[in-house]
C-alpha cells in the first residue's frame, strides 16, 4: 500500500525527521539513496543527514550551489519559505510480512526492499514531471531518498519504507526543475501495489 503526505513538505520540515523527531534514521535503520540523478550528484548509499538536508533545500549535497530556488512569501513583515521540498512516499508492507520479520525471517525484508526499489524506478520512468508554460512534461530523472522501518512509533511489527521524493528533477535540458507530483497522487493505488510483497 502507498500513502503520500499531503501537499509536500518543506524543507525545514523534512530536516526536522533528523532533528527533533529523529524519525527518519530512528535506530540506526537502513536507509538508500535512489534516482539516477542521486548517481549523477555522487549520492550513493546511506543517506547522509547533512546532504539531505541540502538536496531537500534545493541545493547540491555540498551546500554550495543552488540548483532549484526556494519559494517564501512575506508574512507579516518577515519572509516565510513555502518552498516544497518534496513528498514522503510511504509504502507499508502487509502485516503477515511484518510479523514473518519480526519472528526472524529477514528474508522477507530483502524481498521487500527489491519491491520498493523496483517500484521507485517505475517511478522514476513514468511519473518524473514538470510544468512548462504548455503544460505538464515528462522530464529526466529523480532524487530520492529511502529510509526503512521495521515497527510502528508503538513498536509494534509494521515493515514500511519512507520514500522522500526531492523537488527536483533534471530535465533533458540540463536543468534543474521543481516536480510535479499530481499524477502520483492520481495513481497512487496502482503504484502501491506494484511492490509484490505489498499487495
Do not use: C
Not at 550513493?44 to 538536508?53: K, L, N, P, S, T
Not at 536543468?175 to 496502482?190: C, F, R
Request: no cysteine.
Amino acid at each position: 500500500m502507498l500513502s503520500l503526505s499531503h501537499g509536500g513538505m518543506t524543507a525545514s520540515q523534512a530536516g526536522k525527521y533528523f532533528a527533533t523527531e529523529d524519525y527518519y534514521l530512528k535506530g540506526g535503520e537502513s536507509s538508500l539513496w535512489l534516482g539516477k540523478m542521486a548517481k549523477d550528484l555522487k549520492l550513493i548509499g546511506r543517506v547522509d543527514e547533512q546532504a539531505f538536508r541540502n538536496v531537500a533545500a534545493g541545493k547540491t549535497p555540498d551546500g554550495i550551489e543552488q540548483l532549484v530556488a526556494p519559494k517564501t512569501i512575506m508574512k507579516q513583515w518577515e519572509k516565510e519559505e513555502v518552498h516544497r521540498a518534496g513528498n514522503d512516499l510511504t509504502f507499508s508492507a502487509p502485516k503477515s510480512l511484518s510479523v514473518a520479520y519480526a519472528a526472524g525471517n529477514h528474508q522477507v525484508k530483502e524481498i521487500w526492499d527489491l519491491a520498493v526499489v523496483n517500484t521507485m524506478k517505475y517511478v522514476e520512468e513514468h511519473y518524473r514531471h514538470y510544468r512548462t508554460p504548455d503544460g505538464t512534461r515528462v522530464a529526466g530523472n529523480i532524487v530520492a531518498a529511502k529510509f526503512d522501518h521495521v515497527t510502528s512509533r508503538a513498536l509494534d511489527p509494521d515493515v514500511h519504507s519512507h520514500v522522500f521524493l526531492v523537488n527536483m528533477v533534471h530535465t533533458p535540458e540540463w536543468k534543474w526543475l521543481a516536480n510535479e507530483p499530481k499524477a502520483i497522487y492520481q495513481d497512487k493505488i496502482s503504484i502501491g501495489m506494484l511492490a509484490p510483497a505489498g499487495g
